[in-house]
């Protein structure tokens, strides 16, 4: 069984950061790819980022790229979400989430195991 457990959410003024850290544990983290979501109330959960196992590949939504920064440390089992310029929009719960592959996935449906979720709200 796996274990994910996200921190570092909180409230910050737009234009601040927050850093979002998600450990793992019950299974090899080093060789899966590993992503956050986020879903505001009344919509759905969307794809924020992803990243590869080794770390070398990323991946992001449109509206965080140049902003929004994920990272790894395998030999800490924890995946990292740098987020800057934060912007109200940004508000939402935020989770973390794995899959049994390495291959590139943004849909929440191709992911097989979620955290709780940490809330993050912008304040304008």
């Known amino acids: 069984q796996v274990q994910l457990v996200e921190t570092g959410g909180g409230l910050v003024q737009a234009g601040g950061s927050l850093r979002l850290s998600c450990a793992a544990s019950?299974?090899?983290?080093?060789?899966?790819?590993m992503g956050w979501f986020r879903q505001a109330p009344g919509k759905e959960r969307e794809f924020v980022a992803a990243i590869s196992a080794s770390g070398l590949n990323t991946y992001y939504t449109d509206s965080v790229k140049g902003r929004f920064t994920i990272s790894r440390d395998n030999a800490k089992n924890t995946v990292y979400l740098q987020m800057n310029s934060l912007k109200p929009e940004d508000t939402a719960l935020y989770y973390c989430a794995t899959r049994g592959s390495n291959a590139m996935a943004t849909t929440p449906g191709r992911y097989d195991y979620w955290g709780q979720g940490t809330q993050v709200t912008v304040s304008s």
């Open positions: 019950g299974r090899t983290f080093s060789s899966s790819l």
